[in-house]
């Protein structure tokens, strides 16, 4: 039998998300290279719609009341029950916030390796190497894997989307949900959508950061006003957040979004491990911080020492004029 590569099928408000697309397009580059297929494992409740959307030779379909919500509980011990029957080289699940609780439960449960944090995934003389983030990206990993059945966490961005439309219809299996289901600790009640006004910062091309030397809430006029006038939208670092002065959904680093954007204008932000890890990838950061030994700079392609404060109302006259 052909070896597997199994991409577990994470979705949101009905549709897959886009790291979905784009661990499948990783899957099947791997596969393309030694002959293996292509498996989706799609869990869920009245989700069976989105298996002929999935570009995989095979899904399997596991559906039950549980896994309505994809909550980490009912969806490790149905990935766990899967994998256990028939172990694949590979489990690829997105390092999004159900796919890092999935992916740790599943490696220990099976007692598997688990690569987290995955930026990388090719093969070097023969041997596959998965490049991994750690401690927020300034250490990189390269890890052999493949020998055995591997648990491979991969970053949200990483990796180009396969083709939206599968090549040719892939089979679907229908398999029985596990029996523990019916003995969960943990229940998803609802799914709060954020308030439909609201924009979405990983999809933004230029963003303008602020962090805490902005000062106050009523400065943060200031951060719109330029974003307008440069076609931007306003993102900021957790203490911003927290204090309520933007919602969750604008919140960049660790335990808020990831974002790619063409540019980044961080204003006041020292850059915190914990924040450059949702933002060291953009294409362009310029940065504007008062203290010459700010992290931030170590990221920055351009950096102005400089009060924030002066450098807005000269970049406002400048676009303004
Ligand atoms: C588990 C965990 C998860 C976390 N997740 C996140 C996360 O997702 N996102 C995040 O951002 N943080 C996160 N944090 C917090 C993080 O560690 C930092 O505390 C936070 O990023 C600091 O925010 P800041 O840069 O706005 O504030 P500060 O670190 O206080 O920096 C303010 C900066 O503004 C500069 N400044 C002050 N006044 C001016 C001025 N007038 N002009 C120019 N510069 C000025 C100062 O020199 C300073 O560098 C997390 C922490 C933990 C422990």
Known sequence: ????????????????????????????????????????????????????????????????????????????????????????????????SLGMDVAAWVASALDWPLVAY????????????????????????????????????????????????????????????????????????SLERPAAADVDITRAEKIVAVGRGIESKDNLELAEELAQALGAVVAASRPLVDAGWLPRSRQVGKSGLKVKPKLYLALGISGAPEHLEGMKDAELIIAINKDPKAPIFGVA????VADLFDVVEALLERLGG
């Not at 580059?29 to 799609?42: K, N, Q, T």
């Not at 392609?301 to 102005?304: E, K, P, Q, R």
């Open 1 to 96: 039998m052909a070896q597997r590569i199994v991409v577990l099928v994470e979705h949101l408000y009905g549709e897959p998300t886009d790291v979905t697309f784009e661990l499948l397009g990783l899957a099947r580059r791997i596969a393309d290279s030694d002959g293996a297929i292509v498996e989706a494992v799609l869990l869920g409740e009245g989700v069976r719609h989105l298996a002929e959307t999935l570009p995989a030779e095979r899904v399997i379909l596991v559906e039950h009341p549980a896994l309505r919500y994809l909550a980490p509980e009912a969806t490790a011990i149905t990935v766990t029950g899967l994998l256990r029957t028939d172990a694949p080289r590979l489990a690829l699940l997105p390092n999004t």
């Open 118 to 189: 995955c930026q990388a995934l090719e093969r070097r003389e023969g041997q596959l190497v998965a490049t991994a983030q750690l401690f927020g990206g300034k250490i990189l990993a390269d890890v052999a894997v493949g020998t055995s059945p591997t648990v491979i966490s991969v970053l949200a961005g990483a990796f180009a989307a396969a083709a939206l439309e599968p090549a040719a219809p892939g089979t679907i299996e229908v398999r029985e949900p596990p029996a523990e289901l019916a003995a969960l600790r943990t229940h998803a009640a």
């Open 301 to 304: 392609d351009y950096g102005a």
